[in-house]
């Protein structure tokens, strides 16, 4: 669906558009890793453990997002990002140490 609807304004500016290596092997980058790759991981997970605590721990993307624009960008998290992650984290445990009802 994604692609349907970025489908409109690249086309509206299919013109000023130029393409080279570095543009395709992005775009193949964002195709491979985070979708196909991520959609695997998760399928992979489920054979694994429930849809609850699997869906839960896929919570934690901006986590490893911003940790990862830290390292390759030098992206300064700030506080407010950890007070995010630390309640992110602590969901996720309390989600997968809960006890069964």
């Known amino acids: 669906f994604g692609s349907v609807y970025l489908a409109v304004p690249f086309l509206i500016n299919?013109?000023?558009i130029s393409f080279n290596t570095n543009i395709i092997l992005g775009l193949i980058g964002l195709a491979v890793l985070p979708t196909i790759l991520g959609f695997y991981c998760t399928t992979k997970a489920l054979t694994?453990?429930?849809?609850?605590?699997?869906?839960?721990?896929?919570?934690s993307e901006p986590i490893f997002a911003a940790l990862m624009a830290w390292v390759f960008i030098h992206e300064q998290p700030t506080l407010s990002f950890l007070y995010g992650a630390i309640f992110i984290i602590s969901g996720i445990f309390l989600m997968n140490k809960a006890p069964k009802a």
């Open 14 to 16: 299919f013109h000023s």
């Open 48 to 59: 694994y453990l429930s849809a609850a605590k699997v869906q839960v721990t896929e919570l």
